[in-house]
């Protein structure tokens, strides 16, 4: 066609050249925020929610951010992946309630308070406290809300569900109740995670692993006179001699050494006694090479062994402590590395704690919470348990029970929220029971009835339950839901009592205020508030009781949203899905499980989505201290959120997803493409009126087959879309627009619809199937590019977009399963694409400078005659001519040939000219046009 630059001006006035408003440039951080007010002020997701209510529901349930701090970039990932996935449903006719909700108690936003305000934990009142984190929580909210609204999400964000809420945490301590009553709560002696910074028990999803150093100790357990002859015997060997015996252990924890009271061996494993010069070591045999390579020494010589179980029962003395250590049996001793003998401490090791109770161990703990040894601990009390490791092993260099000393790289746990290292400490806290009820058996029953994406997402779940320990749910801080226990003033009995429980959770409900103080009831008042009548303490029968003052895991508040906002809130239960990223398998996906099949039975979700973390553009992880991290607000003002919403569909989210300046200009690249079609599409339409639409099966053989290829698109796209295969939504529709739109059908239509007759049927009718591609792309786009999408859909003629005032008003369009019919019609739009592409990439002259000759095998040849022009058209050319050909099969051939006759001088197709005395420069056709101009 030609250009505007390029055409007489009496010419380029009779020509249909695209109209419209849609600016060229997005602008998208200046006009984003102009259409998230847009947006609530017209209501536009209640208004689809309320149409949709006699629909069947659809729910995707809400895992809870922390209210503590700006949003970054992994937050963006999550909160657009559910919007995306909302937004399917909402316009495909579901009634699709999404509940965004928050959780605000915790560590997290404790500690965000005491650093914000400059308050000590040891010293501040508790109710002082815990109207300060409520503060805190409240404004953090609100600013992550008015964040998320930012990036073009819909849902219920005036009501959020909040963990504070008075109906809230009575439904947390309701479900406590109902756990107790079913004999799956207790109060025990455990080993459990520490964290001595701040002071509180964990669970093990507040874990993470890190690389660290540790000292590695090689020691000697000595044993006495009568030890040593009663080992040697079991180990077959004479024990005439004098040499002193040791059991040589290993621990990369020196601290721990003074709560030791066992050495473990593995029961199967061989273990012999070797002569190192004048001393008698027993270790692994299988670690003895590696062992005594790591201090010098005459060579080791093997004087006889036997196997763990033998030498169980065995005892030796402790290093430094007055006391024997029982040589004890366990299973999970590991014989890749240190001696095969397990240096075992009940009261700092989950394993340790286990076996302490199979052989009946004493269980020390001379550590207090803040990480500092007790009396009981002798010469190390008052000692920083970390700073102890030096001195400890100094003292048993000097008594000469340390054989090696080394550093040791290893993965070790630290605190989630703190970054610290943890410790075992055994202390009595409160445990969900997972092996009561056979509460363990029934959610691995549970698991394959659940759809995961990835599939992977199944085994990962089942293994986290299969080596979930007993959960501790019960913290030592302030901020939190309180756990309604009592203690029994005559024998200090700790216990959990379902009224008590229950009638907390009324007082809640009763007495609470809508700004989050319900729980702090359980500070101000009185014990006798809680207490149904004539209770009496389940060990001694007493009846004066004191409040505990421990909170539950956070974990446990938030996997209890099921019961609390899905039942509270009229939605279906179980939800539909749930969707978060791949480390709430040991996190929120878990503990909903936990507490859903525990309470009801069953899962509380039908599907469970997950997706890998976001990272730089080298892979590695995002911090501020590095320089590559990305805020969610400053990537929106810096390329607008549509451009990150089509990042997040352009990689496959199931892995690691990467994120950098050069990926983000790629993809801004594209959305240009997408915007620009948009565009071309609005303007190429703009003249139409509802009454000149044409009929389907009305329209020009090539406009039908174009909208056939459209069906085939819509069908992927919601395919893709409610299988959560967002990178195919992307890869589909990036190849639809360059290889469908930009460079055939859009392509083929510039001669029709430019300089073709203004209200000619043929235009209409290439209008018309414009149209229904440029709603549809409306609809499919929306979920992902919802900020675009609305846009362009408000530059759609008011007649056309027939009162949809949004682009969220319109029906998502399903496309169809192709039958024959459409498959055969489908093939044949692929051909003439071919045919196009061919003629496109043939050298010598140019479009409209051509004429075509076409063979094609009889079949095929009557199939392309019925397109009449049209199949000139597609290959852009002035001319053409169809041949049959009995040699030829599937495929056609072409042969290019210069067009004869001249170049018109407003279609630019070589035709004959001249036949108009007025218009001599001018074909027929245009020459027709133009008359009626004059």
């Known amino acids: 066609m030609p250009s505007n630059d390029t055409i007489t001006t009496d010419y380029r006035s009779t020509l249909n050249l695209p109209v419209t408003d849609f600016p060229m440039r997005a602008s998208l951080p200046k006009s984003e925020p102009e259409r998230v007010a847009w947006w609530r002020e017209h209501q536009v997701y209640e208004r689809r929610l309320a149409a949709n209510a006699r629909n069947p529901q659809w729910i995707l349930h809400d895992g809870p951010p922390y209210a503590n701090g700006e949003l970054h970039m992994g937050h963006f990932v999550n909160r657009v992946l559910k919007d995306i996935y909302v937004k399917v449903h909402l316009l495909d006719g579901a009634e699709a309630i999404f509940v965004p909700g928050w959780d605000m108690h915790g560590l997290p936003i404790e500690f965000e308070t005491l650093k914000h305000l400059g308050l000590d934990f040891h010293r501040v009142d508790p109710i002082e406290l815990r109207a300060r984190c409520r503060e805190r929580a409240i404004h953090w909210l609100n600013i992550q809300r008015e964040t998320i609204l930012r990036m073009g999400v819909l849902g219920d964000y005036d009501h959020p569900y909040r963990t504070i809420d008075k109906e809230f945490e009575a439904t947390i301590v309701d479900t406590l109740g109902d756990l107790a009553e079913a004999g799956q709560l207790y109060k025990g002696l455990r080993a459990t995670l520490w964290c001595i910074k701040d002071e509180t028990a964990l669970a093990e999803a507040e874990i993470e692993y890190k690389d660290s150093i540790s000292p590695s100790l090689y020691v000697r357990f000595s044993a006495t006179d009568e030890q040593r002859a009663e080992l040697l015997r079991r180990s077959g060997v004479d024990a005439s001699g004098d040499e002193p015996l040791s059991v040589l252990i290993w621990t990369t924890t020196p601290w721990t050494l003074p709560a030791n ?42 004087i006889g062994g036997a196997a763990g179980t033998v030498l169980v029962g065995a005892r030796v003395r402790h290093p430094f402590a007055e006391r024997d250590s029982l040589l004890v049996g366990a299973d999970y001793v590991e014989l890749d590395t240190g001696t095969g003998a397990v240096h075992t401490a009940p009261g700092h090791g989950a394993d340790d704690f286990e076996t302490g109770v199979r052989f009946g161990l004493p269980v020390l703990n001379p550590v207090d919470g803040t990480g500092h040894f007790t009396s009981e601990a002798g010469p190390y009390a008052g000692l920083a348990i970390f700073d102890a490791n030096e001195v400890i092993s100094a003292d048993l260099e000097a008594s000469g029970h340390l054989f090696a000393h080394e550093r040791y790289e290893h993965s070790y746990p630290h605190c989630w929220r703190c970054k610290n290292p943890v410790i075992f400490r055994a202390t009595s806290q409160w445990f969900i029971a997972m092996d009561v009820n056979r509460l363990r058996k029934r959610i691995e029953d549970k698991i394959p009835h659940v759809a995961w994406t990835p599939k992977w997402g199944e085994t990962r779940m089942m293994q986290m339950i299969e080596n979930h320990p007993e959960w501790c749910v019960s913290r030592q801080r302030t901020w939190g839901t309180p756990i309604p226990a ?111 099949v525990a309470t009801a039975g069953a899962p509380p979700y039908k599907s469970v989505v997950s997706y890998g973390w976001v990272v730089d553009g080298e892979g590695r992880a995002m911090h501020k201290s590095t320089g590559n991290y990305i805020g969610a607000v400053d990537g929106m003002q810096t390329y607008g959120a549509d451009v990150l919403r089509l990042w997040i569909s352009s990689v496959d989210n199931t892995t690691d997803m990467r994120i950098g300046e050069p990926l983000l200009k790629a993809i801004g690249s594209v959305y240009r493409n997408l915007r620009n079609r948009l565009r071309m599409l609005l303007g190429l339409v703009s003249d139409l009126e509802p009454a000149q639409l044409v009929p389907r099966e009305r329209l020009e053989p090539i406009d039908r087959l174009a909208l056939v290829r459209l069906d085939d698109l819509a069908h992927q796209l919601v395919q893709h879309y409610k299988n959560y295969r967002l990178h195919d939504v992307y890869l589909a529709l990036v190849d639809y627009d360059t290889s469908d739109l930009s460079s055939f059908y859009v392509d083929l239509l510039k001669d029709p619809m430019y300089s073709g007759a203004r209200d000619g049927a043929r235009r209409r009718s290439a209008q018309t199937a414009l149209v229904h591609i440029l709603e549809s792309l409306c609809a499919l786009l929306a979920p992902l590019l919802s900020f675009t999408a609305e846009e362009a859909w408000q530059y759609v003629p008011e007649g056309l977009r027939a009162g949809r005032a949004s682009v969220f008003d319109l029906q998502l369009p399903r496309g169809s399963e192709r039958g024959a019919s459409e498959n055969a019609d489908l093939a044949l739009y692929e051909m003439l694409k071919r045919m196009r592409s061919n003629v496109a990439a043939s050298e010598g002259p140019r479009d409209f400078q051509l004429q075509a000759r076409v063979f094609a095998a009889p079949p095929l040849a009557a199939k392309l005659r019925r397109l009449g022009d049209n199949l000139r058209e597609a290959l852009v050319v002035s001319a053409l001519t169809l041949h049959d050909d009995t040699a030829l099969g599937d495929e056609p051939r072409v042969e290019l040939l210069a067009a004869e006759g001249g170049k018109c001088a407003r279609c630019w197709k070589t035709l004959s000219l001249g036949s108009d005395p007025i218009h001599p420069t001018l074909c027929a056709p245009c020459s027709a046009i133009v008359r009626t101009f004059d």
């Open 261 to 302: 009271v066992a050495i473990a061996l593995k029961p199967e494993a061989s273990y012999g006694v070797y002569r190192r010069g004048a001393e008698l070591l027993l270790v692994a045999d299988n670690r003895a090479d590696d062992v005594f390579r790591r201090a010098p020494g005459p060579p080791a010589e093997r």
């Open 486 to 596: 009592l203690r029994c003033t005559s024998c200090d009995h700790a216990f959990l009592d379902p009224d008590v429980a229950h009638r907390a959770a009324a007082v809640f409900r009763e007495r609470g205020r809508d700004d989050g103080n319900a729980s702090d009831l359980w500070w101000t008042e009185p014990v006798e508030t809680f207490l149904p009548e004539h209770l009496v303490c389940p060990q001694c029968s007493g009846t004066a009781f004191e409040k505990e003052m421990n909170i539950v895991d956070i974990w446990f508040e938030s996997g209890v949203t099921h019961r609390a906002v899905l039942r509270q809130r009229g939605m279906h239960w179980p939800a539909d899905v749930v969707l978060e990223g791949g480390d709430q398998y040991r996190g929120w996906f878990r503990s909903s499980l936990v507490t859903a």
